[in-house]
């Protein structure tokens, strides 16, 4: 008679015997291995948005070019002496885009606007709103030091600086620099193609009907838009059911067509594990037991060159490895290097009891400067994921959390490349 087996008493343990990498250590060995793999080309600033910039970039002009006045006010040679002070007012002005062409005589004063070059013979400003001026003269109080109010040329940037490393993920920010600086185009990296496949014969696409027993795909709307938001080019590889061939013929077209392959459900051991097995059988798998909660299990693989990250199906832990494992490793090979995702110390408004052993990541959020985690640490919670606007990380040992003690949250906006 078959009966059940008797209950192990390291039953909720790790199992005996084999080795749960820490994620440091598998973070560490990904980052060990990768490079770069898109090609560069020049871009007008206009498209080169959230590019990876693939050289250095030098400045081809200097930023303030010329120097020049900060307010609007009346120039003159400096520095100028404690107390009252009447000076000369000289015909014309100087405005930004339209400089004054003569000489302003020491102890006169030119009326200036802001952005306007100093003309030959002022080195300092005085702001409007300090001036009495009768239309001929101007009366103020000194002192004022030489170069009060002047921007010096290059003050900001010098030509011929690197105003940009290599690798940098360009900003709003840095298109106002570049333009600045005479930049017109910049030498950027194509973006990372990065497919992805959802797998399960439980799914149904979304739009259709869902039968007796199907649930629709909810990873790959995910993880196309997060993909997209790290600055990836996701591309969509569609969904195939629990099928070898089906499957094999999916990466066959997909390996040729993009950089990297994600790829969620189907990464364990069970029967209907159809991405671990088959990349096993091609002999092109790393099985990663990863000690992280929610996480496991990771299947990391080569298919004919391209890369496969193998999430969990469970849509909590696919993203939790995306944000965790694949975007650091995708950030290097989009030629972005290896970023750290950038957490800080926050008292938790929550308590919990952790065993040593994993790490752990919570959903969480913060409210009234404290760190609240979902109710349920389910890992097919996808609601908790929503409401989440972030994670708790609890560290590798033993914890045992208390309202108040400070905890690391990462916003998920901190995963963004
Ligand atoms: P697996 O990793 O294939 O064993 O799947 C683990 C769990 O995640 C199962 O409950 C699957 O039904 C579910 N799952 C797998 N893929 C998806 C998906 N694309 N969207 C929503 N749930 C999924
Ligand atoms: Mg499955």
């Known amino acids: 008679m078959i009966k059940p087996p008797p209950l192990r008493n390291d039953c909720f343990a790790l199992p005996a015997g084999t080795h749960w990498t820490p994620v440091d250590e598998a973070l560490a060995s990904l980052r060990s291995r990768l490079s770069p793999v898109t090609a560069a080309e020049v871009l007008p600033l206009d498209r080169a948005l959230g590019r990876v910039l693939a050289a250095d970039v030098t400045a081809l002009r200097s930023n303030p070019p010329l120097p020049n006045t900060a307010v609007d006010g009346y120039g003159f040679a400096g520095p100028i002496a404690e107390g009252p002070q009447i000076l000369p007012l000289i015909q014309g002005r100087a405005a930004a885009g339209i400089p ?30 300090d001036v009495n001026c009768d239309g001929s003269q101007i009366a103020f109080h000194g002192p004022l030091k030489r170069g009060a109010n ?6 900001d940037v010098s030509a011929l600086d690197v105003v940009f490393a290599k690798g940098r993920v360009v ?12 930049l017109s185009q910049l030498q950027v990296r194509q973006q990372l193609r990065v497919g992805v496949l959802s797998t399960g014969d439980e799914l149904v696409e979304v739009g ?36 070898r061939d089906a499957l094999e013929a999916r990466l066959d ?3 040729a067509d993009v950089d990297v392959i994600v790829t969620s459900g189907g990464a364990s051991a069970g029967d209907e ?9 091609k002999g092109a798998i790393q099985h990663w037991r990863i000690a992280l909660k929610p996480g496991r299990p990771l299947a990391l693989g080569m298919w004919q060159g391209t890369p496969i990250f193998g999430l969990p199906g469970n849509p909590v832990a696919a993203l939790i490895c995306t944000l965790i494992f694949a975007r650091p490793a995708l950030g290097v090979m989009a030629g972005a290097g290896w970023a750290e995702p950038q957490g800080f110390e926050v008292p938790a408004g929550f308590e919990k009891r952790k065993k040593p052993g994993r790490r ?33 990380e609890l560290g590798d040992g033993a914890a045992e959390i208390a309202q108040g003690d400070l905890v690391r949250y990462y916003p998920y906006g901190s995963f963004i490349l």
Not at 171 to 182: M, N, R, S, W
Not at 213 to 232: E, K, T, V
Not at 369 to 379: H, I, L, P, Y
């Open 208 to 243: 259709q009907e869902a039968g007796h027993g199907q649930i629709y795909d909810a990873n790959r709307p995910m993880l196309l838009a997060l993909l997209g938001q790290m600055g990836f080019s996701a591309v969509d590889l569609g969904q195939v059911g629990d099928n």
């Open 171 to 182: 900003t709003p920010a840095d298109l106002a620099l570049a333009a600045a600086t005479g």
């Open 150 to 155: 002047a921007r010096r040329a290059g003050e």
């Open 360 to 392: 752990e990541y919570l959903r969480a959020r913060i409210r009234q400067g404290r760190v609240e985690t979902f109710a349920s640490e389910g890992s097919g919670r996808i609601s908790g994921l929503s409401w989440a606007e972030g994670l708790v």
């Open 253 to 255: 077209s997909a390996a």
């Open 273 to 281: 594990d159809h991405v671990s097995a088959l990349l096993t059988e």
């Open 100 to 129: 004054f062409d003569g000489i302003v005589p020491a102890g006169s004063a030119l009326r200036m606007l802001t952005g306007a070059p100093l003309p030959q013979g002022v080195d300092t400003v005085i702001l409007e709103e």
